[in-house]
T-cell receptor, first 115, second 112 residues
Framework: ETGVTQTPRHLVMGMTNKKSLKCEQH?????MYWYKQSAKKPLELMFV???????ENNSVPSRFSPECPNSSHLFLHLHTLQPEDSALYLC??????????????FGPGTRLTVT | GQQVMQIPQYQHVQEGEDFTTYCNSS?????IQWYKQRPGGHPVFLIQ?????EVKKQKRLTFQFGEAKKNSSLHITATQTTDVGTYFC????????????FGQGTELSVKP
């Protein structure tokens, strides 16, 4: 499946580093999402963008900064992370943001390790 | 906030046995979706249920939505090793502005 791609697939960073995660969807969808998946926890919604406008910010620490330059691309900028931020970060897209109608398509994720 | 509770957390079965995972909410759901995540993979959409009491089938998988739209189940008949993975339910609520809330997932392992 190549509908939603994410780079890098793996990332190891120190707590003082700045890095960015990239997501691209090739499905013509209008909504994009960032999720955090930690071991033993459900998927946690971080951010939602609809038509490039942020419509949801789920009480995420400011060390995570999203950017959506167009409806096909989504970034997650990381800085001064903590070890507990180590997780799988998943990007998803849907035709529109109404989950009562549209399913979400996930990318392969970026496995982030903060040392 | 509203939650979707999913049980069991783990299920180990012998190949050929049946498997069921359950999702519950204390609040009425607008709809529920089911996803499967293979080991090392990402969640993949399986199905969506919208109507009260709805039952849908995909080959050996049967999905049900409760009459009160507060619970749902996924039943797999005669499991195969290809069924291995984590199954997530995800619900949306009428007053949550279109947010999808995921359950904790049920990790299924199948012994050949």
């Amino acid at each position: 499946e190549t509908g939603v791609t994410q780079t890098p697939r793996h990332l190891v960073m120190g707590m003082t580093n700045k890095k960015s995660l990239k997501c691209e969807q090739h499905l013509g969808h209008n909504a994009m999402y960032w999720y955090k998946q930690s071991a033993k926890k459900p998927l946690e919604l971080m951010f939602v963008y609809s038509l490039e406008e942020r419509v949801e910010n789920n009480s995420v620490p400011s060390r995570f900064s999203p950017e959506c330059p167009n409806s096909s691309h989504l970034f997650l900028h990381l800085h001064t992370l903590q070890p507990e931020d180590s997780a799988l970060y998943l990007c998803a897209s849907s035709r529109d943001r109404d989950p009562a109608v549209y399913e979400q398509y996930f990318g392969p994720g970026t496995r982030l390790t903060v040392t | 906030g509203q939650q979707v509770m999913q049980i069991p957390q783990y299920q180990h079965v012998q190949e050929g046995e049946d498997f069921t995972t359950y999702c519950n909410s204390s609040t009425t759901l607008s709809n529920i979706q089911w996803y499967k995540q293979r080991p090392g993979g990402h969640p993949v959409f399986l199905i969506q249920l919208v109507k009260s009491g709805e039952v849908k089938k995909q080959k050996r998988l049967t999905f049900q939505f409760g009459e009160a739209k507060k619970n749902s189940s996924l039943h797999i008949t005669a499991t195969q090793t290809t069924d291995v993975g984590t199954y997530f339910c995800a619900g949306s609520f009428y007053n949550q502005g279109g947010k999808l809330i995921f359950g904790q997932g049920t990790e299924l392992s199948v012994k050949p």
